[in-house]
């Protein structure tokens, strides 16, 4: 692998020859390897566009490269510094991925004189090319580099793991299979050891962050957290609230058992899960079978059966020595026997399967494996008959142990809960982990088209341009064929559609005609990182209705129509595809503009407990559920456990952590694409996925380091009102990298730089992330398994924007408790005016008196109060992560026809009279808002006309004072006039009229513009 660096341009560089100028070149240093571009001489703004190829090793980790700008020294041999650039490998792309990219210089030294940016290309390629400059130990080009070239000691550096961005595909936990489904002819166990490479190294990167939690650390069981202040009611609030749980989490092995009895958590990957035990079956091959006495042949397949439970193997044909290399997994749980059989059968056309001998294990005698100690090795096992009075002819491998969900073979493995599910079922109940496709924002600027002729010539052409992608249609205004407008698009990788051009004329209102069309691949275009201008181009537009048949016609044309464009994919915004109320990942598209982490979150699902029946199954309820976890691209999806109310899924996945202001989401569903013919019960789709609950956790809410374990209900809005569906227990970690990078993103927008520089419109968000929603939920759902359309749109929270009344009065009563402090204030301080309290009235006078005598004290006293009051609040500070709550949302108080209003469709399917009763009452809101925003306009209105001369007399009033005002201010000083004022404003009752002040009194009678409303 080559890692090639375009050095393309610089900018305003520091001059440094002695004349107001530099001859400039560029030396790239990366693991030892140095290379260098020709010199620019006497010129502040080079150009080079050259080509540094460098060796890439891509096992290794890398820390980053360094890119410094000198200045060639002459006639004396040497160089001075200009500046330099790091670039960490971790954001090096692959090749046609990379983009032009200006970086600003950097300083060396802190008195360094550096000033300018550079332009350059970063990425990876396979191909080497013969572009690049001569290797630094190579003959010398010209008589000043011999100094420059020297090589340096094999010294190696630092290394730092490289945080490696899994690209858009599925990452699959399980790609074990039962009988009636065919192999992929892929071996899973490797597949599964590749994929997960990247997430140890993850793992190890933050191990130095373990050693500081005695809290998290395998077999301690995790502390008790305080239980959530009690309501004014709890027996109303009981099922509502956020619970505490105290899991036996990294418990260890019982004494005596698995070598010793050490702890079965070794790695980080399983400390936020109960321990589970399960008895694992590896089901190798076998040899030596005896043929069929029809056939001459043998067609031979495994059935492992413990107790009620059976699993089997796909069958082989014609292997005399077939291999299955199949693990089953039987939790320990549901064990009911204490022998485990494993039979091999002949698979038959007709008739019973013959039967070819079978093994027995006791399970008393059975080894125990703890982690990381190495696989079991499998052994050969001599075949028995039906009665186990003998051997007969055949040998099969197998490895028997006992182990947890922390086992290699984990995910991998047929489980026994999952024996019922048949056909396509297999496949939507296993684990997966889903990463959402690379989102761009494709831009397309529009400027003008030439030589567009309408079929009529007698007409002035109306015209207008419509560009389509996929489902997306966007067009501009109907003008002369000038328009300068953008038209934005969500476009995904890789890129499947294409860009479809057209001009089009205006006949009438309901009929346009195409003059003129073009068809343009999205891979064409370039990738802007920043608000750089990019190139325009002229395109030539195809008669529209010329096809394959009509090429002579083509001929006849002595010129063509075309259109003048400017078109890009935006790599410096982060395309939204989720509300950003509730957003999980701010990184811009483009890889090479991203920041390091900042810490890692990771998440332990627990269980379920208490879930509701979602469907009917042989004339009972029953709920097959499983878990959904989304926070940035990375989503997962536990197995489903089946026919339980109370699941325990045990599984625990990680994310990198770029910005801790975000919101994991998590969803529980229930499954109704097990192929066995559920019966949906009334309102639910036996083809969608029902909604179980969903809950969201903040991860600028958690403490560092600390293990969060509670159990969320799971809260559903439905028509008739709020329901506890259930209770999902998590088990939560946030941990923090670095406190210093922390500091840096507070301080930094929340959004990249180009949402600042070039925002878009909020009609355009709304759009925008309508259309990236729908193609993350195609893409997704043509995964395997497939996160289907329902699910992605309810993690999404795609309908936060449809009107709801309940809604809105939630909305008015946040409002009313922020300004409730306000109210609060101004009525302590008008006790203090009309003391109400004597010893704080003259309290308060003492402390205006002091700064008044004292200005400067006025901000520290004001900064002082609000430390002392965070550090008093810090004593109420919550104990646990906020949640659902009901009575914020106004779910508990709504009125039945409200929610059905929420839940009605778009547009409405209710009956008239309904939407009638609807109409009215939105009407009478809306006239108690009209009213009060009319207030408001008329006070702004009689400030206005304070010098408007609206009324003259008013006016004239205000503006002699004014005069009067300015003489007396001038004359006395501040501190006096300050202390006036505050004294007459605190005066005793005593001294104060029940009338309104004279100020309010002439504020009243000036006029405002509601005379002239119709």
Known sequence: MKLVVEVVDAHDLMPNDGEGSASSFVEVDFENQLSRTKTIPKNLNPIWNQKLILDFDETKSHQAIEISVYNERKPIPGRNFLGRVRFPCSNIVKKGEEAYQRFQLERKWFFSPVKGEIGLKIYLSSESSSSSPPPLNSPPISENTNLLRKTLAAVPKA?????????????????????????????????????????????????????????????VPVEKRPQA????????????????????????????????????MSSERYDLVEQTFYLYVRVVKA????????????????????????????????????????????????????????????????????????????????????????????????????????????????????????????????????????????????????????????????????????????????????????????QTRTTNPFWNEDLVFVAAEPFEEQLFVTVEDRLHQAKDEVLGKISLPLDVFERRLDHRPVHTRWFNLEKYGFGVLEADRRKELKFSSRIHLRVCLEGGYHVLDESTMYISDQRPTAKQLWKQPVGMLEVGILSAQGLLPMKMKDGRGTTDAY??????????????????????????????????????????????????????????TAARDSRIGKVRIRLSTLEAYRVYTHSYPLLVLQPHGVKKMGELQLAVRFTTLSLANMVYVYGHPLLPKMHYLHPFTVNQVDNLRYQAMNIVAVRLGRAEPPLRKEVVEYMLDVDSHMWSMRRSKANFFRVMSLLSGMFSMSRWFGDVCDWKNPITSVLVHMLFLILIWYPELILPTLFLYMFLIGLWNYRFRPRYPPHMDTKLSWAEAV????????????????????????????????????????????????????????????????????????????????????????????????????????????????????????
């Open 229 to 264: 202040n009690p309501q004014a009611h709890p027996s109303l609030q009981e099922d509502y609230e956020l619970k505490d749980t105290s899991p036996q989490l990294g418990e260890r092995w019982p004494n005596g058992a698995g070598y010793g009895g050490r702890g079965w």
């Open 895 to 1014: 009125h039945p026809d409200e929610l059905d209003e929420e839940f009605d469709t778009f547009p409405t399917s209710r009956p008239h009279d309904i939407v009638r009763m609807r109409y009215d009452r939105l009407r009478s809101v809306a006239g108690r808002i009209q009213t009060v925003v009319g207030d408001i306009a008329t006070q702004g209105e009689r400030l206005q006309s304070l010098l408007s001369w609206r009324d003259p007399r008013a006016t004239s009033l205000f503006v002699l004072f004014s005069l009067c005002a300015a003489v007396v201010l001038y004359v006395t000083p501040f501190r006096v006039v300050a202390l006036l004022a505050g004294l007459y404003y605190l005066r005793h009752p005593r001294f104060r009229s029940k009338l309104p002040s004279v100020p309010s009194n002439f504020f009243k009678r000036l006029s405002a513009r509601t005379d002239s409303l119709l």
């Open 627 to 684: 878990c959904v976890a989304k926070y940035g691209q990375k989503w997962v999806r536990t197995r489903t456990i089946l026919d339980t109310f109370n699941p325990k899924w045990n599984e625990q996945y990680t994310w990198e952590v770029y910005d801790p202001c975000t919101v994991i989401t998590l969803g529980v569903f229930d499954n109704c694409h097990l192929g066995g013919g559920e019966k949906p019960t009334a309102g639910i």
């Open 287 to 474: 040899k030596d079978l005896p043929p069929s006495s029809i056939t001459g042949s043998c067609d031979p397949y495994v059935e492992v059966k413990l107790g009620n439970y059976k699993g089997r193997t796909k069958h082989l044909e014609r292997k005399m020595n077939p291999e299955w290399h199949q693990v089953f997994a039987f939790s320990k749980e549901r064990i009911q026997s204490s022998v485990l059989e494993v039979f091999v059968k002949d698979k038959e056309m007709v008739g019973r399967d013959d039967y070819l001998g079978r093994v027995i294990f006791d399970l008393n005698e059975i080894p125990t494996r703890v982690p990381p100690d190495s696989t079991l090795a499998p052994q050969w096992h001599r075949l028995e008959d039906r009665r186990g009075q003998g051997k007969v002819r055949g040998e099969i491998m197998l490895a028997v142990w006992m182990g947890t969900q922390a086992d290699e073979a984990f995910p991998e493995s047929w489980h026994s809960d999952a024996a019922a599910v048949y056909g396509e079922g297999v496949f939507n109940i296993r684990s997966k982990v889903y990463v959402s496709p690379k989102l761009w924002y494709l831009r397309v600027n529009v400027i003008e088209a030439q030589d567009v002729l309408p079929n009529d010539r007698n007409r002035l052409p109306e015209v207008f341009v419509k560009a389509q992608i996929g489902n997306q249609v966007c």
């Open 159 to 219: 290394e730092v793991p490289v945080v490696e961005t899994p690209k858009v595909g599925v990452i699959s936990n399980s790609s074990s299979t039962i009988a009636a489904v065919e192999p992929t002819g892929a071996d899973p166990v490797k597949e599964t050891q590749e994929i997960k490479e990247p997430a140890e190294e993850r793992a190890r990167r933050g191990q130095h962050i373990y050693k500081h939690q005695s809290l998290q650390q395998p077999g």
